[in-house]
């Protein structure tokens, strides 16, 4: 029965993206396909790597390697590795040795990858909105980047007076997450936690720990890309 219902879901989203000509339908299907492989693979290697801090941190490494490769290629600047992994990293190491250095989150693997995990993740997505967004603003107002120029503004202050707005649009999920968490939306840790046996309290702390953690990451990931993207260290050519 679970594997008709995803079946449909996947025909739902292909068929919705095919009808309102929002993108090809075969989008969905690619998506679903990969993810279903990915987690099956993960599903297979998971018990082994969390026996080993060795294979634990190598996973991790793995995780953050594929954020920055999927980052640049959605930006659309598959060749400027280096600049991208600095921004997201700039987000994702603060944050991690904040919660794992105090002990808040404890040194085993079974707690790593996942704080990790999400962690890399939301700084991923919004390293790669922010890019994205900064980059357009730029093109689109190429007129008053010039204009800014011609008034005697060094290049990088009148990219960031164009691309600083825009790019920090990109925060927007990770604070309507935070601001509506219990009330709209009860995220996947709070939900995990009280599953396995964690009491309301325990697993509503863990979960405001992860969410504040992801919009710290996401906010100094944001700041250090749109800096870039006005340096010129991440632009298309």
């Known amino acids: 029965?679970?594997?008709?219902?995803?079946?449909?879901?996947?025909?739902?989203?292909?068929?919705?993206?095919?009808?309102?000509?929002?993108?090809?339908?075969?989008t969905v299907v690619l998506a679903a396909a990969r993810a279903l492989v990915q987690l099956a693979a993960v599903s297979l290697?998971?018990?082994?790597?969390?026996?080993?801090?060795?294979?634990?941190?190598?996973?991790?490494?793995?995780m953050f390697g594929v954020a920055v490769i999927t980052s640049a290629h959605r930006i659309g600047v598959p060749g400027q590795l280096p600049p991208v992994a600095a921004a997201i990293a700039s987000g994702v190491l603060p944050v991690l040795a904040l919660v794992l250095g105090t002990g808040v989150v404890p040194w085993k693997p079974i707690a790593v990858v996942p704080i990790?995990?999400?962690?890399?993740?939301?700084?991923?997505?919004?390293?790669?909105?922010?890019?994205?967004?900064?980059?357009?603003?730029?093109?689109?107002?190429?007129?008053?980047?010039?204009?800014?120029?011609?008034?005697?503004?060094?290049?990088?202050?009148?990219?960031?007076?164009?691309?600083?707005?825009?790019?920090?649009?990109?925060?927007?999920?990770?604070?309507?997450?935070?601001?509506?968490?219990?009330?709209?939306?009860?995220?996947?840790?709070?939900?995990?936690?009280?599953?396995?046996?964690?009491?309301?309290?325990?697993?509503?702390v863990t979960q405001l720990l992860v969410l504040i953690g992801l919009l710290a990451a996401e906010a100094v990931a944001v700041l250090v890309t749109v800096q870039f993207v006005a340096a010129g260290l991440i632009a298309k050519h």
């Open 1 to 26: 029965m679970l594997g008709v219902v995803l079946a449909a879901l996947v025909a739902l989203g292909a068929v919705v993206l095919w009808l309102g000509e929002l993108g090809k339908a075969r």
């Open 45 to 62: 290697v998971i018990a082994a790597i969390l026996k080993s801090g060795w294979l634990t941190a190598l996973f991790v490494v793995l």
């Open 116 to 204: 990790a995990g999400i962690v890399i993740g939301g700084t991923m997505t919004a390293t790669s909105q922010a890019a994205r967004r900064a980059l357009d603003e730029l093109r689109i107002r190429h007129g008053e980047y010039e204009a800014a120029l011609a008034l005697g503004f060094l290049p990088r202050p009148a990219a960031l007076e164009i691309a600083r707005p825009s790019a920090g649009q990109a925060l927007i999920p990770a604070l309507d997450q935070t601001r509506t968490v219990g009330l709209v939306t009860l995220p996947g840790a709070y939900v995990g936690m009280l599953l396995g046996g964690a009491g309301p309290v325990e697993a509503g």
